[in-house]
Nanobody, 118 residues
Framework: QVQLAESGGGLVQAGGSLRLSCVVSRHIFSTYDMAWYRQEPGKPRDFVAAVSRGTTHTDYADSVKGRFTISRDNAKNTVYLQMNNLKPEDTAVYSC???????????WGHGTQVTVSS
């Protein structure tokens, strides 16, 4: 039973944009805060952004502030990550997670690959 399912990854040129989506099981989405993380091969998973259950609070890694925006649609049980002005160093597998702030990580999706070419 898939509880978190990401989509929207792909290959984009530097300076381009992508929007990632993560559809979440209703009982998880209504209970928890949500976050996005990313991981490059051979490196630890890094926090990217988080949004509170009530959407009143958001938090971002310094490396993505001003370029990425996290949001959630409570009617669709979906959390989004709008990524603008992408850079090659943004290349990674992006995963959504549900849990409690400041670092939600109780439940995880399988991830979606984002590749930014220079």
């Amino acid at each position: 039973q898939v509880q978190l399912a990401e989509s929207g990854g792909g290959l984009v040129q530097a300076g381009g944009s992508l929007r990632l989506s993560c559809v979440v099981s209703r009982h998880i989405f209504s209970t928890y805060d949500m976050a996005w993380y990313r991981q490059e091969p051979g490196k630890p998973r890094d926090f990217v952004a988080a949004v509170s259950r009530g959407t009143t609070h958001t938090d971002y890694a310094d490396s993505v502030k001003g370029r990425f925006t996290i949001s959630r649609d409570n009617a669709k049980n979906t959390v989004y990550l709008q990524m603008n002005n992408l850079k090659p160093e943004d290349t990674a597998v992006y995963s959504c997670a549900a849990g409690d702030l400041p670092l939600p990580r109780t439940y995880w999706g399988h991830g979606t690959q984002v590749t930014v070419s220079s």
